[in-house]
T-cell receptor, first 115, second 113 residues
Framework: DTGVSQDPRHKITKRGQNVTFRCDPI?????LYWYRQTLGQGPEFLTY????????KSRLLSDRFSAERPKGSFSTLEIQRTEQGDSAMYLC?????????????FGPGTRLTVL | AQTVTQSQPEMSVQEAETVTLSCTYD???????LFWYKQPPSRQMILVIR??????QNATENRFSVNFQKAAKSFSLKISDSQLGDTAMYFC??????????FGTGTRLKVLA
C-alpha cells in the first residue's frame, strides 16, 4: 500500500495560465475527494467522486475548475486562467466504501503559487 | 449548514505533560462522525482518532482520547504523555451522510523539550 500520491508537489505558474494536478488514490478505494487549503485555514471541500461519477461539487469550484476521474482510478483537477487567489494547497483524499465512519486518507498535496 | 470551530490557534505543552485541544461544532443532524487529524510540518494529514455520534463512550487510541459531549456539541482531544513527534497542526473534522469533511481552522501544537 503506497498511500495516496499527488503530482506535482509544487507548481508555480503565471496568472492566466492553465494548470493540471493529478491524484492517485489507494488502489481499492472507490471514493476520491479534492480539498483546498489556504494558509491558516483548514481544508475546504471542493468535489468528490464515487468511482468515475462526480457526485458533489462545492460552490468554491468555479467554472474555471474542472475535475475528472476516468475509469474510476486516478483523478485530475484542472484550473483554467489561474488567478492569484487560486494560490493554495490542493489536497486529494480517498476512502473505501459507502460508510461515513470510513476515514479519508490524504495525499501530501500540491502547493500552487500563482504569480 | 454545519460549522466546526477550533478556538485555540496555537498551544504548547512540555514533553510528557497532558494537553487538551478544543473543538465545537454546529449541526442539526443526529447521525454524524467526528475526527481529529494531525498534519505534521510538510507532511500529509493522518487520522488520530474518530468518534461516532451515536456512541456515548468516548473513543481512545493509546495516548489520545476524546471528550465527546453531544448535547454541548463539543469534541475535545486530550493528548497524554506528549512527545516531540506530536508537534503538528491538529484539525477537528465533522462528517455526515454527504461524506465530505468539514474542517475547523486548526490548532498548532508545539511540544517543548
Amino acid at each position: 500500500d503506497t498511500g495516496v500520491s499527488q503530482d506535482p508537489r509544487h507548481k508555480i505558474t503565471k496568472r492566466g495560465q492553465n494548470v493540471t494536478f493529478r491524484c492517485d488514490p489507494i488502489s481499492e478505494h472507490n471514493r476520491l475527494y479534492w480539498y483546498r487549503q489556504t494558509l491558516g485555514q483548514g481544508p475546504e471541500f471542493l468535489t468528490y467522486f464515487q468511482n468515475e461519477a462526480q457526485l458533489e461539487k462545492s460552490r468554491l469550484l468555479s467554472d474555471r475548475f474542472s475535475a475528472e476521474r476516468p475509469k474510476g482510478s486516478f483523478s485530475t483537477l484542472e484550473i483554467q486562467r489561474t488567478e492569484q487567489g487560486d494560490s493554495a494547497m490542493y489536497l486529494c483524499a480517498s476512502s473505501l466504501g459507502a460508510y461515513s465512519y470510513n476515514e479519508q486518507f490524504f495525499g501530501p498535496g500540491t502547493r500552487l503559487t500563482v504569480l | 449548514a454545519q460549522t466546526v470551530t477550533q478556538s485555540q490557534p496555537e498551544m504548547s505543552v512540555q514533553e510528557a505533560e497532558t494537553v487538551t485541544l478544543s473543538c465545537t461544532y454546529d449541526t442539526s443532524e443526529n447521525n454524524y462522525y467526528l475526527f481529529w487529524y494531525k498534519q505534521p510540518p510538510s507532511r500529509q494529514m493522518i487520522l488520530v482518532i474518530r468518534q461516532e455520534a451515536y456512541k456515548q463512550q468516548n473513543a481512545t487510541e493509546n495516548r489520545f482520547s476524546v471528550n465527546f459531549q453531544k448535547a454541548a456539541k463539543s469534541f475535545s482531544l486530550k493528548i497524554s504523555d506528549s512527545q516531540l513527534g506530536d508537534t503538528a497542526m491538529y484539525f477537528c473534522a465533522f462528517r455526515s451522510g454527504t461524506y465530505k469533511y468539514i474542517f475547523g481552522t486548526g490548532t498548532r501544537l508545539k511540544v517543548l523539550a
